[in-house]
Antibody, heavy 120, light 108 residues
Framework: QVQLVESGGGVVQPGGSLRLSCAGS????????INWVRQAPGKGLEWVAH????????FHVDSVKGRFSISRDNSKNTVSLQMNSLTPEDTAFYFC??????????????WGQGSLVIVS | DIQMTQSPPSLSASVGDRVTITCRAS??????LNWYQQKPGKAPRLLIY???NVQTGVPSRFSGSGSGTDFTLTISSLEPEDIATYYC??????????FGPGTKVEIK
């Protein structure tokens, strides 16, 4: 079955950097677009970044542009989110999720369990 | 940017009640609207895609409707396991992805 597993979360000081990873299995990784979605504790969902299956398209929400960068290595079935210049407002659970797996390109059909990033 | 609103922000209903949650977009998004259920400590789960299509494995008491700017998620008969927060989400080429603020459903 489709499985996404995030790793790399932890506690970091303001201004610091962290790199999250999302490992996929149970599907043809190189065919699927992957996203990062975050959720601050007790708050709603916020889409953060998107990368197409072939790395041609990369998009980031305005609030992280210039600080975060999404990338992928299809040979290792992983997507990464490099987060620099972190602020307390970046504190959140970070989920990776597949879009366009069975339905429209914007449907988040499969999700990982999340990785907690605390900036303090 | 397209603004998404959901109403009500929270609701309390009895088991067996019909529950309706509304999502409104600030501009026409056709049918590009999805609904998710999130239980505490868990990842979101896709319920409805493209406004009215029920995801495989989702109980038949969940349904979605609407197009353009106004959308509805309906639970025909509330069950205890439906306690969760429900989010709508739009997607379009210009604005990519945006989630609504969520509706928390509790049992009365």
């Amino acid at each position: 079955q489709v499985q996404l597993v995030e790793s790399g979360g932890g506690v970091v000081q303001p201004g610091g950097s962290l790199r999250l990873s999302c490992a996929g299995s149970g599907f043809t990784f190189s065919r699927e677009a992957i996203n990062w979605v975050r959720q601050a504790p007790g708050k709603g969902l916020e889409w953060v970044a998107h990368i197409s299956h072939d790395r041609v398209q990369k998009f980031h929400v305005d609030s992280v542009k210039g600080r975060f960068s999404i990338s992928r290595d299809n040979s290792k079935n992983t997507v990464s989110l490099q987060m620099n210049s972190l602020t307390p407002e970046d504190t959140a659970f970070y989920f990776c999720a597949i879009t366009g797996y069975s339905h429209g390109w914007g449907v988040f059909e499969h999700w990982g369990q999340g990785s907690l990033v605390i900036v303090s | 940017d397209i603004q998404m609103t959901q109403s009500p922000p929270s609701l309390s209903a009895s088991v067996g009640d019909r529950v309706t949650i509304t999502c409104r977009a600030s501009q026409d998004i056709s049918h590009y609207l999805n609904w998710y259920q999130q239980k505490p400590g868990k990842a979101p789960r896709l319920l409805i895609y493209d406004a009215s299509n029920v995801q495989t494995g989702v109980p038949s008491r969940f349904s979605g409707s609407g197009s353009g700017t106004d959308f509805t998620l309906t639970i025909s008969s509330l069950e205890p396991e439906d306690i969760a927060t429900y989010y709508c989400q739009l997607y379009d080429n210009a604005h990519l992805f945006s989630f609504g603020p969520g509706t928390k459903v509790e049992i009365k």
